[in-house]
């Protein structure tokens, strides 16, 4: 039971931990919380629905076209959201996402309604054995896929020249102006880059789970949750967060109560707030 | 002082326009009485189609002479599913307009905001669709049976086939665990043990933890008192994790999207539901509620049309317009045979004459289940 409960911890904490990067990449570089960063994972989803269930598109053309989409809207939220409100107050740019993110949510809603849906094209299939526990080949290709993923991001912060320049962007911007770092486009980018990751983060708890408008706002959550226990602005610290908070949460519901499933992970994140308030890997001292 | 002067007046002249209002109420012969449900608002579906099938009862007893030679009129307040909403249109319809009937709520929650105002006012509150358990002894009167009457065929299903020892995930709201309950009484009085039961957010799609435990703790099967939204979730994952204990279901099955979306992993799925109305007088009423609203009739239009036929059978009997003698007619009224299913309160006013129906998923469709026989009364265990 034990290794069936970790396993299953770790396929829901391996999307939270993409949700999770999203955010500590925005609050990284920009200081800001995209609050629409679940949302787009909603949208990620139902754009792969709309391609590849509803029009019958290519799977790998539709999960392009879904991600890239999900770029764009994160370029929109950077534009629109974000932009304008740099200078305002803190707050400002924390309230236009929540605005973004209940939009997005309604806008989905208008069009495909309230109800569930599913991107499994067949049937369900039986998972197969793994020592004493149950894992099926989607669960297999999403633990994989997260882990490219991680360490994609992760040699291109630090193995390219784009990459040299966030890192310089997220360490102090004025400098990075100073040395000819066009800021405005590595913000850009890196908001696209976050939405990428969150849309694709729905596509595959799509396969996983079924799509509704609401779907986004209990990972947005998490990953949120996830990004600030490992430490906001730490990209590993987002990984290990968003693999905590799934393992524990299954735990959790496997040996306290289910009920407490999604309380276990605000608990976790309480007590660290308590104890170490800048996350597992935070820096000492963040700005704020 | 002008302005105080000034909002005097306004309050004498509206005291004034008040009293004309309520003149008016008792110059007219009509016989009037109140409906309250959301009729705009998230649950709209449900009001309009109890209002429509209302409307379709009026219009009947108005064009044969009303009831006892006075019109029918019904007064129809919106909650929005709101109970603050709620309770003011109750305080209208009891204070104001002094109606001795109001059919209503929708929601659960709504039925129970306003059940105390029906008390104090003495007026008969009838609710067409509202099921929760938690209403029964508020001295409301339904039309549709309370979720426990289903958990306890759920149950009788249970034990007739044969198993012992069960497990129930459920969501953690006023329906689901109305329906755990009723279903782990039934169950155990009848000798069978309940192992485990875990309840969740409405808004859980993972079920795979509560699904092991299910696997690990070798029970003859597992009763899901879940939404749609969430038993399809559970019956996917039960499949990939292997789990193969049967898996009883509730009148959330009756939803087609479970079967859309969980196809072949629904199959085989036992569930009770209440009887679908069927016959002629349900075959009578479509034909009219379709030639009104060019929409096909449903179980809540049904029961509104019920709800006003009801209360018209009780005042002929009572001879009386006022809230408590219809009420005691109320429990006089025996096998009442409406359009949604036959009615028979009990001492609580719950309907307990409803009929159930076991029902299997057979290639994509619910079809009637001969495992028990096909249609059984509910106990008010």
Known sequence: MLLQFIINGIIAGSLYSIVALGYTLIYGIARRINFAQGEIYMFGSFCFFAFAVERSVHPIFSCILAIFLSAIIGLLIERFAYRPLQNASRLAPLISTIGVSIFLQGFITFLYGPNSKTLRQGEVEAGFDFFSATITKTQIVIIFLCIILMVGLHLLLHLTKFGKAVRTTAEDSEIAITVGINTTRIIQAVFAISAALAGAAGIMAGFNNTIEPTMGTVAGFKGFTAAVLGGIGNIIGAVLGGFIIGIAENLGAGYISSEYKDTVAFIILFIMLLFRSRGILGKKAVRL | ?381
Not at chain 2, 194 to 207: A, K, L, N, P, Q
Not at chain 2, 297 to 314: C, F, L, P, R, S
């Open chain 2, 1 to 381: 002082m002008k302005l105080r002067y000034r909002t005097l007046n306004i309050i004498i002249i509206l005291a004034l326009f008040s009293i004309l209002l309520v003149g008016c109420g008792k110059l007219s012969k009509n016989l009037k009485f109140g409906f309250i449900g959301p009729l705009t608002g998230p649950a709209a579906a449900w009001g309009i189609a109890q209002k429509n099938g209302i409307e379709i009862a009026v219009e009947e007893l108005n064009s044969a002479g009303g009831i006892n030679g006075r019109k029918v009129e019904i007064i129809y307040e919106d909650s929005q599913m709101d109970s603050n909403k709620a309770i003011l249109a109750m305080k209208k319809l009891t204070g104001v307009d002094k109606v001795p009937v109001v059919f209503g709520e929708t929601a659960s929650a709504q039925t129970l905001a306003i059940a105390p105002v029906a008390n104090t006012a003495k007026v008969v509150l009838l609710s067409p669709i509202s099921s929760s358990t938690a209403i029964t002894g508020t001295g409301v009167f339904r039309i549709s049976p309370a979720d426990n009457f289903q958990a306890s065929i759920a149950a009788k299903l249970a034990v007739n086939k044969g198993y012992k020892r069960g497990a129930i995930i459920y969501t953690n709201d006023e329906w689901g665990k109305g329906l755990t309950d009723g279903f782990k009484k039934n169950f155990t009085s009848l000798g069978g043990t309940i192992v485990s039961s875990d309840g969740t957010e409405g808004s859980t799609r993972d079920f795979r933890t509560q699904l092991t435990k299910v696997r690990e703790s070798n029970v003859d099967f597992l009763y899901i008192p879940l939404h749609p939204d969430s038993a399809v979730p559970v019956l996917q994952q039960a499949k990939e994790l292997g789990l193969t204990v049967p898996i009883l279901g509730t009148d959330a099955f009756s939803e087609p999207t479970i079967v859309q979306i969980a196809k072949k992993a629904a199959e085989g799925i036992v569930y009770v539901v209440a009887k679908s109305p069927s016959g002629k007088s349900f075959e009578d009423f479509s034909k009219k509620y379709h030639d009104k609203f060019s929409e096909a009739a449903n179980y809540n239009a049904a029961a509104g049309y019920d709800a006003v036929m009801v209360i018209t059978e009780a005042i002929k009997k009572a001879k009386s317009i006022k809230g408590e003698d219809i009420k005691s007619a109320l429990y006089t009224i025996k096998d009442y045979s409406g359009v949604s299913g036959v009615i028979t309160f009990d001492a609580n006013g719950d309907v307990t004459s409803k009929e159930f129906e076991s029902m299997v998923i057979k290639d994509g469709k619910g079809v009637s289940y001969s495992g028990i026989p096909s249609s059984q009364k509910g106990s008010a265990k």
